[in-house]
């Protein structure tokens, strides 16, 4: 039984970076990709990218300019940083676990940060 | 810009039987999109139900199933209980790139 528990700062100004965390416990961390998809307050879902354990990375072409995933294989751990943030960014980040092995699929998923920007 | 398209909202009777469906502005839906549904109730993280077009996750119920309709992916609920009352995302993988739809909001009433 595979469990994501993410953490971060809640809390940002303006121009601030995000920076979230992403445990996993339980399962294999190596073959998979480690994803982070974001959900503003009432609106739909949104892929932002994925890393798998090489550090081999996907990302949304919309975010692609300021998201940055990283892995530590060490720790099965991957981080999210988004730079220059703004209102816009302000949505409930979750991380979650995906494959393409024959076919694409997500399964697991964290708990959910919510981040807000804020003056 | 590709867009994901589903029904904004639907409402089905207990009991009765519901197809949700979502569409790419690219063109017709095929399985190398590989088509998974998630339910995401008011305050919960996003549930995984079916992942390349019509595989169910070892916790997906029976009465939940995958499938092509038409050029679009669908998700069908036969014997719909209260508890399926909730928010369906689909979502298209686009060889490295992932795609999620706006949403469904399905109505038990």
């Known amino acids: 039984q595979v469990q994501l528990q993410q953490w971060g700062a809640g809390l940002l100004k303006p121009s601030e970076t995000l920076s979230l965390t992403c445990g996993v416990y339980?399962?294999?961390?190596?073959?998979?990709?480690w994803s982070w998809i974001r959900q503003p307050p009432g609106k739909g879902l949104e892929w932002i990218g994925e890393?798998?354990?090489?550090?081999?990375?996907n990302y949304n072409p919309s975010l692609k300019s300021r998201a940055t995933i990283s892995v530590d294989t060490s720790k099965n751990q991957f981080s999210l940083e988004l730079s220059s943030v703004t209102a816009a960014d302000t949505a409930v980040y979750y991380c979650?676990?995906?494959?393409?092995?024959?076919?694409?699929?997500?399964?697991?998923w964290g708990q959910g940060t919510l981040v807000t920007v804020s003056s | 810009q590709t867009v994901v398209t589903q029904e904004p909202s639907l409402t089905v009777s207990p009991g009765g039987t519901v197809t949700l469906t979502c569409a790419s502005t690219?063109?017709?839906?095929?399985?190398?999109?590989?088509p998974n549904w998630f339910q995401q109730k008011p305050g919960q993280a996003p549930r995984a139900l079916i992942y390349?077009?019509?595989n169910k996750h070892p916790w997906t119920p029976a009465r939940f199933s995958g499938s092509l309709l038409g050029g679009k992916a669908a998700l069908t609920l036969s014997g719909v209980q209260p508890e399926d009352e909730a928010e369906y995302y689909c979502?298209?993988?686009?060889?490295?790139?992932?795609?999620f739809g706006g949403g469904t909001k399905l109505t038990v009433l």
């Open positions: 979650a676990k995906a494959w393409h092995y024959g076919d694409y699929g997500i399964d697991y």
């Open positions: 690219t063109g017709a839906v095929t399985s190398g999109f590989y």
């Open positions: 339980g399962g294999s961390f190596s073959g998979y990709y």
């Open positions: 979502l298209l993988y686009y060889g490295g790139a992932v795609v």
């Open positions: 890393i798998n354990h090489s550090g081999r990375t």
């Open positions: 390349g077009t019509s």
